[in-house]
């Protein structure tokens, strides 16, 4: 008899899509060796859920372009509310009768609370996704810019501006990643960034302005009325055109992956650190004298300490592979070592200007 044909069968994989083949079936005796079909019906372990399509997605031109404005509005006008705070200091102590020592604290208190919460906020945002933490930062910023115009005293000015500094903690790392994941690689994402960065200067410098024309004018109260009416329209742009949120393992509970996937531990030693080290050189910053007493010499030192903790614990963490806020490795690369000392030492002088201006 003639040699029968060869005949290969081909079968989906039923889970994946993934193609799999059985060994041909030929030969006089039709003898059928079939190999394991591989049908992918094995459940992933939740660790291993892949990021869902809508993460990757790239957004067409146009809802980029309402994304990126939508973002750098958030900036800008959290940026424009320090502008305020400069130029019409005087105004507000004035009006609120404020303490020559807490004078300091409408504007200090905004960089205190952001660089405590930042890294925490980029934690958050891992897990819960950008979307909801640059919505609520739209949502916080609104009503704390609108509690700032109803402010009857020093202290409820300060408080409301300390919760505009969280609110810009949780906005900045939020954006930066919808920009890095969302907006498409080359000449858009670069533009992203670049008027993302360029939101936080370009406020404050309108804030200034427009602040100094709201103070000679109706008041410095309408200027804050202002900046909450326009982050609440942000807010519904932004409802109507972010991205939706994605998160990394959907089939795992929120309250699993905050538990798992945030070094809570490092961030509590971080913002303790620099809670204490802020408030005591805000304190130093009133008079020089304080140095002398009990509290300062307290802060001091236990922001000192925290830097040597922070680090065994940083170690600690890579060394077991669990998540690391800040792993020790970060710091030997020299390009991303030399940004961050840079950035340091110019925000410190970009800071040291806005108080003394606004004390001329």
Known sequence: MGKQPSVELTSLGLASGTTTRTPSISGPSNECNPQPVNTDLEASSDDETPLNDEAKAILSKGRTIVVIAQLVGVQLFSS???????????????????????????????????????????????VLGTRPLILSANILLAVSALACGLARNGGEIIAFRGLQGVANAMAVPASVSMISTSVEDG????????????????????????????????????????????????????FWALPKNSRPHPRRSIKKQLASEIDWVG??????????????????????????????????????????????????????????????????????????????????????????????
């Not at 709201?214 to 609440?232: E, I």
Request: proline share 4%; aromatic share 10%; hydrophobic share 55%.
């Open 80 to 126: 424009f509310c320090n502008g305020i705070i400069v130029i019409g200091l005087p105004a507000i102590a004035k009006a609120l009768e404020m303490e020559a020592g807490l004078q300091l604290w409408p504007t200090s208190v905004f960089y205190l609370t952001a660089g405590s919460c930042l890294m925490l906020a980029g934690s958050l945002a891992d």
């Open 187 to 238: 000449q858009r994402r670069n533009m992203g960034f670049s008027c993302l960065g360029f939101a936080g200067p370009l406020g404050f410098l309108l804030g200034l302005i427009l602040g100094g024309v709201f103070v000679d004018g109706v008041g410095w109260r309408p200027a804050f009325y202002l900046v909450a009416a326009a982050s609440f329209t942000l807010g519904l742009v932004g």
């Open 267 to 360: 961030t509590i030693i971080s913002t303790t650190g620099l809670v204490a080290i802020s408030y005591a050189l805000a304190t130093l910053s009133a008079s020089v004298h304080n140095i002398k007493t009990a509290t300062t010499i307290s802060l001091l030192v236990v922001g000192i300490a925290t830097v040597p903790a922070f680090i065994c614990w940083m170690a600690w963490q890579e060394k077991t592979g669990k998540p690391a806020l800040i792993p020790n490795s970060f710091w030997q690369n020299l390009s991303f070592t030399s940004v961050c000392i840079m950035i340091l030492f110019s925000t410190a002088v970009i800071n040291g200007m806005e108080v003394y201006v606004s004390l001329l």
